[in-house]
Nanobody
Framework: QVQLVESGGGLVQAGGSLRLSCAPS????????MGWFRQAPGKDREFVAG???????????DSVKGRFTIFTISRDNAKNTVYLQMNSLKPEDTAVYYC??????????????WGQGTQVTVSS
């Protein structure tokens, strides 16, 4: 079983940027498909983005594509870390962001393993 630890959340003004990081435990990071989800207050958890084990393929939820806020998922297998770069943040991006992992399958949900989440708050 993999344990996921997110970092990089915090308070940022609208229009700002944040980069979230997730560092899974274990030595088999390269085997995992990795993803990011978020859950805003009073809303269901929603998928944001997923990335293949090699980093060569990524997939974004329709709800985050073509929006003012730009999300970019990436990974560095040498550092056992997956990232979510968020630019031009808006207050509606305020949520708890979760890192997730699975072995195999497509880049979208469902995922099998979850981190504890990191809070992102965007002030207007």
């Amino acid at each position: 079983q993999v344990q996921l630890v997110e970092s990089g959340g915090g308070l940022v003004q609208a229009g700002g940027s944040l980069r979230l990081s997730c560092a899974p435990s274990g030595r088999t990071f390269g085997r995992y498909v990795m993803g990011w989800f978020r859950q805003a207050p009073g809303k269901d958890r929603e998928f944001v983005a997923g990335i293949s084990w090699s980093g060569g393929s990524s997939y974004y939820a329709d709800s985050v594509k073509g929006r003012f806020t730009i999300f970019t998922i990436s990974r560095d297998n040498a550092k056992n870390t997956v990232y979510l770069q968020m630019n031009s943040l808006k207050p509606e991006d305020t949520a708890v962001y979760y890192c997730a992992a699975k072995i195999g399958g497509g880049l979208g949900p469902p995922y099998d393993y979850w981190g504890q989440g990191t809070q992102v708050t965007v002030s207007s």
